[in-house]
């Protein structure tokens, strides 16, 4: 028996085709991907005596999650 030589393993095959499915799903949800470059984090003062809480938008946002 005889073997041929195939240019294209088996290995890189799948690697390609891997590769591939990869790039696509990247492809698919870039679009949804937004970036806010207009918005900057406001600079807040820190306290003097300690602390630090501060009742942002997200601490509110989780706070409405847990409502029973």
Known sequence: MTQTSNPVSRRKLFAGA???????????????????????????????????YCLSEHVKQYYKTTLV
């Open 18 to 52: 891997s590769t591939v499915g990869a790039i696509a799903a990247t492809a698919t949800l870039l679009p949804w991907v937004k970036t806010d470059i207009a918005a900057s984090p406001v600079a807040r003062v820190t306290p003097t005596r300690g602390g630090g």
